[in-house]
């Protein structure tokens, strides 16, 4: 007769650790569904060539068959930001992570001088959602993505509402791809960039025309002074990488998601405000548009996940043992202050990309808490 006698304990500890912001879900390049405490894809970029960069440098790490990030026209997506899975619904429902109501639970890797936990924060600069009307992922370039949509005060809480635009079109019959961009403010640590890519698919439509191409977001003043502002589509910023940036700021003029580039707050609803393209009104949901060529591999067995309009929480619960995250540094980062960095509760700063060596403005080392919880058979 044999006695399960479980333990659970959680261990404290702090590590300096590259550990920063992304949006978690099964439909993510690089998920790993066995890992409830992965990290890795939270990793800054900087300074890296575009294969170490695109889609997080995990393009043949597609996800698993069938998962999807759904985009209803007109409605909205709910994602979970996280410095760690754990403290998403994708994590070990056990952790206590998973109470934390904020991305993350100290304010280092959220960049901002801002309080942790504040009602109010000022330095917070944007996240977005962005939309490639291609299947392939191979076939994707960097003028494929357009942003979608919009969230000013991102990343803070960690459950977000995306508002999709009523006017996007269908995807082709693979579905389409998306992906999580952020840059944080100039005063709290290094600069970089985050782009994280999906699997991703668009529901409810009533528009049938494609999307009009886009343009790269100009530094403007919206709603104030918008003579500089781009119109129609906005790529998103990629910037401060070896490769095919198509925005060239100054290291410290971080291009942002927000007014400050011409976004809206919320659903884009400008996409086709450009040249003589207008959405029509009509067809159904289910005409894909006339599309350039989308070699899509796959006609799928379309099982589409079981999400519908939002993320549902994906495997990872109820495992009785985990594994232990070991604060992975990769390619020795070194930061160097360059002060101004308000001190928040709990460790601050940033740190450098991945990928070697990158060096680092700004701030003390990035300490953060990594949570364990281990499980014991007795
Ligand atoms: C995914 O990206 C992370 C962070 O860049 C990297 O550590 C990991 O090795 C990549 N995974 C794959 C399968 O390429
Ligand atoms: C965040 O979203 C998850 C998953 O949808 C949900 O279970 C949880 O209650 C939400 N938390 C808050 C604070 O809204
Ligand atoms: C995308 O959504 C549309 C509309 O619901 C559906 O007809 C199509 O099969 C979906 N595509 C994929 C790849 O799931
Ligand atoms: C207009 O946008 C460009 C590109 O972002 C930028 O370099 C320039 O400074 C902007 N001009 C003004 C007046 O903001
Ligand atoms: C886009 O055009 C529509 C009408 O064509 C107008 O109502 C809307 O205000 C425009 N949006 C922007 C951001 O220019
Ligand atoms: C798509 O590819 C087919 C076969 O390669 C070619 O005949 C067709 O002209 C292409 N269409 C477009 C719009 O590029
Ligand atoms: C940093 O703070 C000092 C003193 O308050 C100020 O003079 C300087 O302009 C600040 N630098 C930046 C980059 O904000
Ligand atoms: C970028 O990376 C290279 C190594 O690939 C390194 O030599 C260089 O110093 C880095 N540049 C910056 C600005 O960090």
Not at 50 to 71: C, K, R, T, V, Y
Not at 227 to 234: A, D, E, H, K, L
Not at 321 to 326: A, I, N, Q
Not at 355 to 363: L, Q
Request: hydrophobic letters at 25%.
């Amino acid at each position: 007769m044999s006695r399960l006698v479980e333990l659970v304990s959680v261990l404290v500890f702090l590590s300096q650790t590259i550990a920063h912001v992304t949006m978690w879900h099964p439909s993510a390049y690089g998920y790993d569904a066995l890992n409830p405490n992965q990290e890795d894809l939270v990793n800054p970029l900087y300074n890296l060539t575009f294969d170490q960069w695109w889609f997080h440098g995990n393009i043949s790490n597609p996800p698993a068959d069938g998962e999807m990030l759904i985009l209803p026209a007109g409605g909205t997506l709910n994602g979970e930001l996280g410095c760690n899975k754990a403290l998403t619904s994708y994590g070990d429902p056990n952790n206590p992570l998973r109470k934390v109501p904020y991305a993350c639970d100290t304010i280092g890797p959220l960049h901002t001088t801002d309080t942790y936990g504040s009602s109010n924060p000022t330095d917070v600069k944007g996240c977005a959602l962005s939309i490639a009307y291609k299947s392939d992922v191979y076939s994707i370039t960097t003028e494929d993505f357009v942003v979608i949509s919009v969230i000013y005060q991102c990343p803070w809480e960690k459950n977000i509402t995306f508002h999709i635009p009523p006017d996007l079109p269908p995807c082709p019959p693979g579905g389409c791809h998306c992906a999580w961009h952020w840059v944080h403010s100039q005063l709290s640590g290094g600069e970089q960039i985050y782009f994280n890519g999906y699997k991703c698919n668009v529901t409810d439509t009533t528009n049938t025309v494609p999307l009009p191409p886009g343009k790269t977001a100009n530094k403007c003043d919206y709603p104030t002074d918008t003579s500089n502002c781009t119109v129609g589509p906005r790529f998103p910023h990629y910037w401060l990488q070896k490769e095919q940036n198509n925005n060239f700021q100054d290291y410290y003029d971080p291009p942002f998601y927000n007014n400050e580039y011409g976004f809206m707050d919320g659903a884009q609803t400008d996409l086709y405000n450009t040249s003589d393209v207008k959405p029509n009104s009509g067809g159904g949901g289910s005409t894909p548009p006339v599309m350039s060529n989308d070699t899509m591999s796959s006609s799928t067995s379309a099982s589409q996940a079981t999400h519908t309009g939002g993320m549902s929480p994906g495997g990872g619960g109820g495992t009785s043992s985990m594994t232990s995250v070991s604060p992975g540094t990769t390619g020795g980062s070194n930061d160097i202050a360059t002060g101004n960095i308000t001190s928040g509760s709990g460790g601050q700063g940033g740190n450098g990309g991945n990928g070697g060596g990158s060096k680092e403005k700004g701030a003390k080392t990035c300490k953060r808490r990594n949570v364990i919880s281990t499980s014991f058979r007795v």
